[in-house]
């Protein structure tokens, strides 16, 4: 049953939702961003069929040749294409980030519903648990799961996905607190409505911008936290032509001067960071104000 | 205390079951999980952290060497960082809304999500391979000196400055702001002090305060970029004794490395905390 109040309510939100889209839509930073992503992303699906060379074939009598008319960005200690495996190089770390985030993304969200909706007991006894795993850097946390339970993507993808969860759910449990005393909540309650219902089906469309920020930033962080995995010999293994992998295998002869093995896939790294990070700063300059 | 055959894990998957058995045996690793926790947990409250599985060696020596080396480096990073996060946050905060604001907002926040690795190769590719200002191994000859020590340790500090700057000069700038629309910075301007007066012993008083915090928080993620850095740089810190023992499934180095970093974080809020309340009068505890 809705009201003509209602339907007046949920135009004016959608004109407001649709004026903050455009704006996203029109920032520099977020053209900027989204442009290098996008580029990375087509690479992802499409780079291995369109790229000069296979980026699994060996070459012993061309290895280490600096960059050429023939190779553009030169060729690694087996003779093999730096810039056809930069370019395949897109797709396992675009995979897994993301995979991951929206663990994190699924998982935050409900946990920081609950803590934020309940809250006394439940939210103290998660908000303690919260900061115990927000005490420890990633990385650590990362090292000694993968420790015990065996190097694998799967392994990658739940321990970022897990991590990060705690840190959707603070920013989740934050925005609900705001929305639990309003109104529309307390309508839902006299209508008797579930506890599950008023959660996710009430406050969770009213709370989607601060969860949409969030997720963009934790998606930066997961790319970060991939390559760095790889670049340890924890993460994506050989002989994927991932970008921190191939740094870690070919770091050790930047001392004899063989730049072009790792400085195309550090600036790679670096833009696809750069690039979701100026997304998210984006969208957070227009939905903060 | 983790899960799976420590003997096993050690010997490989082709070693005789009979050897892996005298193994777990010998290291006491194949009683039940509960008393090798009670053991492993008393010992490390008397300060007995327990033998290094790869060197049979106490882990407590490697520990010390590598915290004092690990220190070191975040000293230098430190001492870099701190003093130039403040700096860029005053520079945004005084040209609010500007495009310098906007430029160093955006800067920092690009450089705060380079992983360090990226930005280390790319440095020591420029300063270390190309200029050939700096080492590119943070190891120092034996018996360097305090400024030599430094020397080395200036390369592989500055991704490290590099992910933090952003977040300090970010904490600075919102401190500043909100000092500067405050009442007292007002009534300061009005009383005739002169502008730096104003900045210098109104505004950045009580900006100040919130980066302490933020800075302390950010130790927990500094640790982290220690691993990476200490491989990359080939240093014998913290970092690289937690990454050696994962790899070489070292338990009780792996755990003690772990417990350290932990006891640190703990450390390092609750000195914030110390240093705030005697920075803040409004929440000095115990005097009147």
């Known amino acids: 049953m809705m009201t003509d109040d209602n339907v007046r309510a949920e135009t004016i939100r959608n004109k407001k939702e649709r004026r903050n889209l455009y704006r996203i839509i029109g920032s520099y930073t977020f053209i900027i961003g989204a442009a290098i992503v996008l580029f990375w992303v087509l690479c992802a699906i499409f780079g291995r069929m369109l790229v000069p060379f296979d980026p699994f074939a060996d070459d012993m009598l061309n290895s280490l040749s600096p960059p050429s008319t023939e190779h553009w960005f030169g060729t690694d200690q087996l003779g093999r294409d730096v810039f056809s495996r930069v370019i395949a190089g897109a797709r396992d770390i675009l995979t897994i980030a993301p995979l991951a985030t929206l663990i994190s993304a699924v998982v935050g969200t409900a946990l920081g519903l609950v803590m934020g909706y309940f809250g006394g007991v439940v939210d103290e006894v998660t908000s303690r648990i919260v900061d115990a795993v927000l005490a420890l850097p990633t990385v650590i946390v990362a090292l000694l799961a993968l420790t015990a339970l065996g190097t694998s993507i799967v392994a990658v993808l739940f321990v970022i996905g897990f991590t990060f969860a705690p840190i959707i759910a603070r920013t989740v449990r934050a925005s609900v607190l705001t929305e639990r005393g309003l109104d529309y909540v307390s309508a839902a309650k006299l209508r008797r409505e579930s506890s599950l219902y008023i959660m996710f089906v009430e406050i969770l469309p009213n709370i989607i911008p601060p969860i949409v920020v969030e997720t963009t930033v934790r998606l930066g962080y997961a790319i970060f936290t991939v390559a760095t995995l790889s670049f340890i010999g924890f993460g994506i293994q050989p002989p994927s032509p991932d970008w921190g992998l191939s740094i870690s295998t070919n770091y050790g002869l930047i001392g004899g001067g063989y730049w072009w093995t790792v400085v195309f896939d550090s600036l790679a790294i670096a833009s696809l960071v750069i690039g979701v990070n100026l997304m998210a700063d984006g969208i957070q300059s227009v939905l903060n104000d | ?288």
Not at chain 2, 6 to 23: I, N, Y
Not at chain 2, 204 to 221: E, F, G, K, M
């Open chain 2, 1 to 288: 205390m983790l899960p799976g055959n420590v003997g096993r894990a050690m010997l490989g998957p082709f070693a005789d079951q009979r050897a892996v058995d005298l193994l777990n045996h010998e290291m006491g690793t194949d009683r039940p999980y509960l008393v090798q926790y009670g053991d492993w947990i008393s010992g490390f409250l008397a300060g007995d952290l327990g033998l290094s599985y790869a060197y049979r060696a106490p882990v407590s020596e490697f520990l010390a060497t590598a915290l004092l080396n690990s220190l070191k480096l975040s000293l230098v990073a430190f001492l870099m960082v701190v003093p130039l996060g403040i700096l860029v946050g005053v520079i945004a905060a005084l040209q609010r809304d500007r495009a310098i604001d906007r430029v160093i907002s955006v800067v920092g926040l690009s450089a705060s999500i380079v992983p360090e690795f990226v930005s280390g190769i790319i440095l020591i590719l420029i300063f270390g391979v190309s200029l050939r200002w700096f080492p590119i191994s943070a190891t120092w000859p034996t018996g360097a000196g305090f400024f030599t020590q430094i020397y080395y340790l200036i390369l592989p500090s500055v991704p490290l400055v590099l992910i933090l700057f952003g977040y300090i000069a970010r904490m600075t700038r919102a401190g500043m702001i909100e000092a500067l629309d405050a009442e007292y910075t007002r009534t300061a301007i009005l009383k005739g002090l002169s502008y730096p007066q104003v900045i210098w012993r109104h505004v950045l008083r009580n900006a100040l305060l919130p980066t302490i915090s933020v800075i302390a928080t950010q130790t927990v993620y500094l640790i982290g970029g220690l691993v990476v850095i200490e491989i990359l740089f080939h240093y014998q810190g913290i970092g690289s004794l937690i990454f050696t023992a994962a790899q070489k499934r070292d338990f009780p180095m792996l755990q003690a490395g772990v417990m350290v970093v932990g006891a640190l974080f703990v450390a390092t809020t609750l000195l914030a905390d110390l240093i705030y309340a005697a920075l803040n009068p409004r929440i000095r505890l115990g005097s009147q």
